[in-house]
């Protein structure tokens, strides 16, 4: 991964996170649809199902969260990741992990640390729009406590959570080339997360 971001003009006037918001937005409407197509609140297998996308999903962000570079950029990003959490709720579950390996799909390369920040944009906004999904939880016995911890907000509360998030992303100067990966980064992402949702389908 590159090591610096060049420092250079921005190609749009618009901030990084409005760019990749607009850039992604029918990418999101089709993971919303495959997602929901997975029944994931009917029952609890249904939930299982979606809960096997998440494991799939944070397990190909995780180490993201820990890439030094994308620290230095990003302060606090350890703090961010969810994989742990979607563990406890698969053992929470009963759900096999090693099956959950055994399956996992083989996603898009990350290739540039510009990518990378795609799909942490894509991660980390789904947390924000988490919250009705963690009270459709409550309807199967689940909770932040049990079975639906990576679905909980942080401490500091959703919004301010996200607002955090994308001030940084904002804050950084990316040169043309950089912005345009970044934008694919998370068109890949969404992607990705649509064709885990039908793998489970």
Not at 6 to 15: C, M, Y
Request: net charge neutral; with cysteine.
């Amino acid at each position: 991964m590159e090591a610096i971001l060049t420092q250079a003009k921005p190609a749009s006037t618009l901030p990084l996170s409005k760019q990749l918001k607009l850039s992604t937005h029918a990418a999101h409407e089709r993971v919303d649809k495959a997602i929901m197509a997975l029944s994931p609140f009917a029952n609890l297998d249904g939930y299982k199902r979606f809960l096997t996308v998440q494991y799939q999903f944070q397990h190909h962000t995780a180490p993201l969260y820990q890439q030094a570079d994308l620290c230095e950029w990003l302060e606090r990003l350890e703090q961010r990741c969810r994989f742990n959490a979607v563990k406890l709720d698969a053992k929470d579950l009963s759900i096999n992990q090693e099956e959950l390996n055994v399956s996992l799909a083989s996603p898009p390369p990350i290739d540039s640390l510009a990518a990378a920040l795609g799909w942490l944009y894509v991660n980390e906004g789904s947390n924000l729009g988490a919250a009705f999904l963690l009270k459709s939880a409550a309807q199967l016995g689940l909770s932040a406590n049990f079975g639906a911890r990576h679905l909980a907000p942080s401490d500091s509360g959703r919004g301010l959570h996200w607002r955090y998030f994308t001030a940084q992303l904002d804050a950084l100067s990316l040169s043309d080339e950089q912005k345009d990966q970044a934008l694919q980064g998370a068109r890949d992402a969404f992607k990705f997360v649509e064709s885990l949702a039908l793998k489970n389908l």
